[in-house]
């Protein structure tokens, strides 16, 4: 059973950053996808992020070129570096495994102000 804990959330001012952090209970990230996804009230849950065990990533074009995701193998951390964040950015933020089975982090709220 992977366990997966997200930080890093808060409150920031439109154009502002934040970068989350998902630490992972397992050592998954070689051969795990990594995603990140968003929720915010009264609209589904998105993918806005995806690293594979390779490497390579994949972003929502709402993000694209102002957020990054990254891994750390040797930490069982994967993060989303967010900049130039927008006020529609404002959802709560879920970190994803998938590896056999799809494992969620129990989100972290991130709000942005105008």
């Known amino acids: 059973q992977v366990q997966l804990v997200e930080s890093g959330g808060g409150l920031a001012q439109a154009g502002g950053s934040l970068r989350l952090s998902c630490a992972a209970s397992?050592?998954?990230?070689?051969?795990?996808?990594m995603n990140w996804y968003r929720q915010a009230p009264g609209k589904q849950r998105e993918l806005v992020a995806s690293?594979?065990?390779?490497?390579?990533?994949y972003y929502a074009d709402s993000v694209k070129g102002r957020y990054t995701i990254s891994k750390d193998n040797a930490k069982n951390t994967v993060y989303l570096q967010m900049n130039s964040l927008k006020p529609e950015d404002t959802a709560v933020y879920y970190c994803?495994?998938?590896?056999?089975?799809?494992?969620w982090g129990q989100g972290t709220q991130v709000t942005v102000s105008s």
């Open positions: 994803n495994a998938l590896v056999g089975r799809s494992y």
């Open positions: 397992e050592a998954i990230f070689t051969f795990a996808s």
């Open positions: 690293i594979s065990g390779a490497g390579s990533t």
